[in-house]
């Protein structure tokens, strides 16, 4: 196995793992923004198959139908990727105003746990976005350039659910839908940011 599909393997299974720490956290304590991180994750998850598939082409020599390489492959995965982060976040900013208006309600029950949960997630985050960064640079594969990206909004967007989660508990719940919003806000931003840069650089 490649050093690049090994990395994006691994990906996939702290994605997989950050999914189950953060929806088990989310349903137990109510918090909006948990759960919002567990569908980020699972768009990680898709993204991070989405590149273990790609640099399994990519990495492939050039042949008679591809005289320059399946490099583009990469590309196309990363660009597959940002369209479905924009769907599952537009949903969770759905979820995140119809709390703050008012017009679902919900029950918010913070603990030590639900913090613990969110300290071990923060620590997985740092460790895969520096793993993907790295394998990226050293390999010159933009699908894991772009998961690095990906991961790293991921880390920014739970820190975001931990400060909703503190002011919570400090008496304002409504910190946690706007961190759920904000979550869903990066994401978009980040998706719509990384087709920009991939379409531009596959016209040069």
């Given at each position: 196995m490649s050093p690049q599909r090994r990395t994006a393997l691994v990906s996939v299974g702290a994605a997989c793992l950050l999914?189950?720490?953060?929806?088990?956290?989310?349903?137990?304590?109510?918090?909006?923004?948990?759960?919002?991180e567990a569908a980020h994750s699972g768009t990680d998850l898709a993204a991070a198959l989405l590149t273990f598939f790609a640099v399994s082409v990519a990495v492939r020599p050039a042949d008679r139908s591809h005289p320059y390489g399946h490099g583009k492959a990469e590309n196309l995965a990363a660009l597959g990727e940002g369209g479905f982060l924009i769907l599952v976040s537009l949903a969770i900013a759905g979820s995140a105003i119809a709390r703050l208006t008012g017009a679902i309600g919900y029950d918010l029950t913070v603990t030590g746990w639900t913090f613990a949960a969110v300290g071990l997630v923060i620590v997985i985050d740092v460790s895969r976005t520096t793993v993907s960064y790295r394998a990226g640079r050293r390999y010159r594969s933009d699908a894991l350039l772009a998961s690095s990206?990906?991961?790293?909004?991921?880390?920014?967007g739970t820190l975001a659910v931990l400060a909703g989660l503190v002011a919570a508990v400090l008496g304002f719940p409504g910190g946690d839908a706007i961190a759920a919003l904000f979550v869903a806000t990066l994401v978009i931003v980040a998706a719509v940011m990384r087709k920009i840069l991939l379409l531009s650089g596959s016209e040069t």
């Open positions: 999914i189950a720490i953060k929806l088990t956290a989310g349903l137990a304590s109510g918090s909006l923004g948990l759960v919002a990206l990906h991961f790293g909004s991921d880390l920014a």
